[in-house]
Nanobody
Framework: QVQLVESGGGLVQPGGSLKLSCAAS????????MSWFRQAPGKERALVAR????????TYADSVKGRFTISRDNAKNMVYLEMNSLKPEDTAVYYC?????????????WGQGTQVTVSS
């Protein structure tokens, strides 16, 4: 079955950097776009970045453009989110996501999430 396992979260000071990783299994990784979402306390889960199956197309939320970079390694079934110039408002649980067709439906799969806290 589809499994997504995030890692790399933690506590970092404002202006610092973190790199999140997501290990994927249970589907043909190279065939699917991958995304990172985040959810802050009291807020809805929101898209942070998405990368196409081959890695050529990357889109970002306006709030992270120029600071975050999404990448993938199709040989290793891994997707990454490099986060620089972190701000307190980036504090959230970060989730890896893939949408996979199952029969006639499209199913969203999520990892367990990794906490990122930006604070001095």
């Amino acid at each position: 079955q589809v499994q997504l396992v995030e890692s790399g979260g933690g506590l970092v000071q404002p202006g610092g950097s973190l790199k999140l990783s997501c290990a994927a299994s249970g589907f043909t990784f190279r065939d699917y776009a991958m995304s990172w979402f985040r959810q802050a306390p009291g807020k809805e889960r929101a898209l942070v970045a998405r990368i196409s199956s081959g890695g050529a197309i990357r889109t970002y939320a306006d709030s992270v453009k120029g600071r975050f970079t999404i990448s993938r390694d199709n040989a290793k079934n891994m997707v990454y989110l490099e986060m620089n110039s972190l701000k307190p408002e980036d504090t959230a649980v970060y989730y890896c996501n893939v949408r996979v067709p199952v029969g006639v439906q499209t199913v969203n799969y999520w990892g367990q999430g990794t906490q990122v806290t930006v604070s001095s």
